[in-house]
């Protein structure tokens, strides 16, 4: 072992009399290791935040969106859809339509997006069938050769929270209404209304959706909103989801004006962008408490210097340079830091796994989203978080380490 080594470690057992400086160095690990641990949770719930919040849009949304200006929507949704199939990375394409509804019962009313969809093709660019929770066998069904759901073009599918804010169920009848397209009464205009059989009950687990969201056949939906044959666009899946804006720009030019593309990062741009924002902002916050335990660090190892004192004159009696005397000091302070960053890690991954596994902090999903506290450890996140403490705390050596190393020897030991 080296001499600077051995003596290092030496240092980090005190003496009884000694056990103030002990109980610093106790406390100056535990800093260390607190501040890693806090970063490692954190980070990893804003990791969490953003991949699950993400999987959750994608798996009710596309990659992307293909529209087309105007309010005519998609005229010849065939001819797009073989032109679409042909775009690289695209894996699967579905038209849809979107309109903003009123849905009402006897027990409740509420605004709520109406989507017509080809559950054929749907389930192959979504995760929606995946979602359904009850369904219906007369209204909603999957045939026993696979090819697929089937929507009774009378049933209508809506969120789970949607369900319970209407008060209804399997079978109940539901009212959507319009409020375009009025029809002329001998009572003077009127919005259309229209009911609808609830055939089945998704829940995607995002409170924004599972309360807002509704679904019909792509031929209902038409023959509502008096659309023809036309549909509001096309969804389109890709290989490769970071592909989505390439794809989009491919099939702009392919299709011409006037089509346009929407891709996912697009439609929600300014979610991921604040979740990108506060995961920085939250690093940056939580690295100060590393910081303050590298002053922990910085104390504990002047009190050392000044503790041993007259042993730094006889080591440099002896012979030892100032470097082997810096090198002692420093050697103390990283092992402080390395011992704290382990002990860090392994206690933010032990939380991160806890909660990963058994859920144990539940969430309101009216207000966060999510209903539990999400997780998702990176192996970039560990690497920056363990490097940036153990810069810190060797930081943190210099000084007190040239300190020592500033040491006369005749001074040091006049006394002794």
Same mark, same amino acid.
Not at 335 to 358: D, P, R, S, W
């Given at each position: 072992?080296?001499?600077? #080594?051995?003596?290092?470690?030496?240092?980090?057992?005190?003496?009884?009399?000694?056990?103030?400086? !002990?109980?610093?160095?106790?406390? !100056?690990?535990?800093?260390?290791?607190?501040?890693?641990?806090?970063?490692?949770?954190?980070?990893?719930?804003?990791?969490?935040?953003?991949?699950?919040?993400?999987?959750?849009?994608?798996? $009710?949304?596309?990659?992307?969106?293909?529209?087309?200006?105007?309010?005519?929507?998609?005229?010849?949704?065939?001819?797009?859809?073989?032109?679409?199939?042909?775009?690289?990375?695209?894996?699967?394409?579905?038209?849809? $339509?979107?309109?903003?509804?009123?849905?009402?019962?006897?027990?409740?009313?509420?605004?709520?997006?109406?989507?017509?969809?080809?559950?054929?093709?749907?389930?192959?660019?979504?995760?929606?069938?995946?979602?359904?929770?009850?369904?219906?066998?007369?209204?909603?069904?999957?045939?026993?050769?696979?090819?697929?759901?089937r929507l009774d073009p009378g049933g209508i599918i809506i969120g789970r929270a949607l369900a319970t804010n209407l008060g209804v169920g399997l079978g109940a009848r539901v009212n959507v209404i319009s409020p375009f397209g009025n029809v002329l009464t001998p009572f003077g205009p009127a919005p259309r209304i229209r009911s609808f059989a609830v055939a089945g009950i998704f829940e995607v687990g995002m409170y924004e959706y599972d309360s807002t969201l509704a679904y019909v056949t792509i031929p209902a939906a038409q023959q509502f909103f008096r659309m023809g044959t036309a549909v509001t666009g096309i969804e389109v899946k890709v290989?490769?989801?970071?592909?989505?804006?390439?794809?989009?720009?491919?099939?702009?030019?392919?299709?011409?004006?006037?089509?346009?593309?929407?891709?996912?990062?697009?439609?929600?741009?300014?979610?991921?962008?604040?979740?990108?924002?506060?995961?920085?902002?939250?690093? &940056?916050?939580?690295?100060?408490?590393?910081?303050?335990?590298?002053?922990?660090?910085?104390?504990?190892?002047?009190?050392?210097?000044?503790?041993?004192?007259?042993?730094?004159?006889?080591?440099?009696?002896?012979?030892?340079? !100032?470097?082997? &005397?810096?090198?002692?000091?420093?050697?103390?302070?990283?092992?402080?830091?390395?011992?704290?960053?382990?002990?860090?890690?392994?206690?933010?991954?032990?939380?991160?796994? #806890?909660?990963? $596994?058994?859920?144990?902090?539940?969430?309101?999903?009216?207000?966060?989203?999510?209903?539990?506290?999400?997780?998702?450890?990176?192996?970039?996140?560990?690497?920056?978080?363990?490097?940036?403490?153990?810069?810190?705390?060797?930081?943190? $050596?210099?000084?007190?380490?040239?300190?020592?190393?500033?040491?006369?020897?005749?001074?040091?030991?006049?006394?002794?």
């Amino acid at each position: 072992m080296p001499f600077e #080594l051995f003596v290092g470690l030496r240092y980090l057992k005190a003496r009884r009399k000694q056990a103030f400086i !002990s109980l610093i160095t106790l406390i !100056s690990i535990g800093g260390v290791a607190l501040g890693v641990m806090a970063l490692i949770v954190v980070l990893a719930v804003m990791s969490g935040f953003e991949h699950d919040l993400r999987g959750k849009i994608l798996g $009710t949304n596309a990659h992307l969106w293909v529209l087309r200006y105007g309010d005519r929507g998609v005229e010849e949704p065939g001819q797009a859809l073989d032109q679409i199939r042909g775009v690289p990375h695209v894996v699967a394409v579905s038209p849809f $339509t979107y309109h903003q509804v009123m849905l009402s019962t006897d027990r409740g009313a509420g605004g709520a997006v109406l989507r017509g969809i080809d559950l054929n093709s749907a389930q192959e660019v979504t995760a929606l069938t995946n979602s359904f929770t009850e369904v219906d066998p007369a209204r909603l069904k999957e045939p026993a050769g696979g090819t697929g759901w089937r929507l009774d073009p009378g049933g209508i599918i809506i969120g789970r929270a949607l369900a319970t804010n209407l008060g209804v169920g399997l079978g109940a009848r539901v009212n959507v209404i319009s409020p375009f397209g009025n029809v002329l009464t001998p009572f003077g205009p009127a919005p259309r209304i229209r009911s609808f059989a609830v055939a089945g009950i998704f829940e995607v687990g995002m409170y924004e959706y599972d309360s807002t969201l509704a679904y019909v056949t792509i031929p209902a939906a038409q023959q509502f909103f008096r659309m023809g044959t036309a549909v509001t666009g096309i969804e389109v899946k890709v290989d490769d989801l970071y592909k989505a804006k390439e794809v989009g720009t491919e099939i702009q030019r392919r299709l011409g004006f006037p089509y346009f593309s929407r891709d996912w990062m697009q439609l929600h741009r300014n979610l991921f962008a604040a979740l990108k924002l506060e995961k920085i902002a939250m690093f &940056i916050i939580l690295a100060m408490i590393v910081l303050v335990a590298a002053f922990n660090i910085v104390s504990t190892l002047i009190m050392k210097v000044m503790d041993k004192g007259a042993e730094i004159g006889i080591l440099k009696s002896f012979g030892a340079t !100032s470097r082997s &005397i810096m090198s002692i000091f420093m050697v103390e302070g990283v092992v402080i830091g390395f011992v704290g960053t382990v002990l860090g890690t392994a206690g933010g991954a032990i939380i991160c796994k #806890l909660q990963e $596994t058994y859920k144990i902090v539940r969430l309101r999903g009216d207000v966060y989203l999510l209903d539990a506290l999400p997780i998702l450890m990176k192996g970039t996140d560990l690497v920056l978080i363990a490097s940036a403490a153990l810069v810190l705390s060797f930081l943190a $050596t210099l000084y007190p380490s040239w300190q020592a190393a500033r040491l006369d020897p005749v001074v040091a030991i006049r006394y002794e």
